[in-house]
């Protein structure tokens, strides 16, 4: 079936690129050793500073988001080193399922795939290990496959309260630049993140932040590291050179994606994605049905994961809604196929653009053959309208 108008990509990333974006990154190619690169690097640079809100440089890798999670284990970690990870869902094993792959010896905390990571039983875990085995915690801040939010803040101040050294790192690839994020202040030591969620980019550039404590480690870390080691890419970066060839094309594009995301202001783009959250929610109680989190305090602002009810398979919904409506939704992952949706809402959207895909998984739902109320549009139209 062909198709009017926009195709809604309301999947939790790749999220949709801003036109103005689009065209920034429509250039032609430039000298990456000439001073046009060089300023343009110096100029993103800064820019994503910002955003991380760290006053360290930024390392920026033309790789996707996984790319800067192998990055954060070769450069701070040495072969056989423990680590603490938390399982909150997909990305979080896949992570350190990398670790093992690696030589590292990751524990995993268990999780339930429907609340965050629990600063208590990090705590507890990091208070046993009083020889101080664990060289690091990972934790993922925006669970992609469940939806759930972990408290950073809380998971920094169990680690110091355990008076334990480990390295806090962080991976924040669907959560920077939609939810509030702070490195520096958050006593972060390695933040990793990808281009094509929150910054609103196409996919294949990433990211690493660092503390000095990460730098440190980094100094002693003998894992082998060629094209990720943070010493060569730190010394180019500072002359606004890469050690090898750079991106160029998405780096524009970051460029436009950070003027946007200042025209706009940050609270507000973080007051904007909770507000869709929250309206997304609140549609999904209406309708009758169930969102994946079960942690008032852990709503992801950046998707909603809701649960199908007995008998019916998520897949063949999201199947009629691209048919019918052309708009894509997530699917469960790994365990959760067939179980859930996502609805993804980050990004370059408006609350009209949230309101016609709740409108388009309203009727998806009703043509499954799901007994809905169909108040669940307009419960999240009053929150829209009433913000
Ligand atoms: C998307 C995502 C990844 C994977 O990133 P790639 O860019 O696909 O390599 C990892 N972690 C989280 C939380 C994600 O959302």
């Known amino acids: 079936m062909t198709h009017s108008g ?17 065209r920034a990154m429509s250039m032609p190619t430039i000298d990456h050793r000439g001073p046009e690169f060089q300023a343009l690097l110096s100029q993103v640079l800064a820019g994503v500073a910002d955003i991380f809100r760290t006053s360290n440089q930024v390392i920026i890798y033309p790789a996707t988001g996984t790319g800067a999670w192998e990055a954060a284990l070769v450069n701070t970690l040495s072969p056989g080193d423990e680590i603490l990870c938390y399982e909150t869902g997909h990305f979080s094993s896949l992570w350190k399922a990398m670790a093992e792959k690696w030589g ?8 339930d795939w429907r609340t965050g990571a629990d600063p208590e039983k990090i705590s507890a875990a990091l208070a046993e290990d009083t020889a101080h085995r664990f060289k690091a915690v990972c934790v993922v801040h925006n669970e992609t496959s469940t939806g759930v939010t972990s408290r950073i803040p809380e998971i920094r101040r169990s680690i110091d309260a355990a008076g334990h050294p480990a390295l806090l790192m962080v991976d924040t690839i669907s959560s ?12 972060v030591d390695v933040t990793v993140s990808g281009s094509q969620k929150g910054l609103m980019l196409p996919p294949g550039m990433s990211f690493n932040a660092v503390s000095d404590k990460a730098l440190d480690a980094h100094e002693r870390s003998t894992l082998p590291k060629s094209f990720w080691n943070w010493t060569e890419m730190l010394a180019s970066g500072k002359n606004g050179q890469t050690p090898y060839t750079p991106n160029t094309n998405l780096l524009y594009g970051l460029k436009e994606a950070l003027r946007i995301l200042d025209e706009e202001g940050m609270d507000n783009v973080f007051a904007r994605h909770i507000r869709f959250g929250e309206a997304t929610r609140a549609a999904v109680d209406a309708w009758g049905l169930e969102v994946l989190c079960t942690n008032e305090n852990e709503h992801s602002p950046v998707l909603t994961a809701v649960l199908m009810p007995e008998g019916f398979d998520a897949d063949e919904l999201r199947r009629i809604i691209l048919e019918r409506f052309n708009m ?22 408006s609350d009209l653009t949230l309101a016609g895909t709740l409108s388009g998984v309203q009727m998806g739902l ?10 669940g549009v307009e419960a999240a139209l009053d929150i829209l309208r009433d913000a």
Request: aromatic content about 6%; glycine content about 14%; proline content about 7%.
């Open 104 to 111: 590292l010896k990751p524990t995993m905390i268990e999780g």
């Open 366 to 375: 009703q043509l499954a053959g799901i007994k809905v109320n169909p108040s």
């Open 328 to 349: 894509s939704l997530g699917a469960g992952l790994s365990k959760l196929k067939g179980k859930i949706f996502r609805i993804g809402h980050l990004g370059d959207l």
């Open 6 to 22: 926009r195709h809604f990509l309301q999947i939790p990333g790749p999220s949709n690129v801003p036109d103005s974006v689009l």
């Open 176 to 187: 920077l630049g939609s939810v509030d994020y702070r490195h520096d202040e958050w006593g």
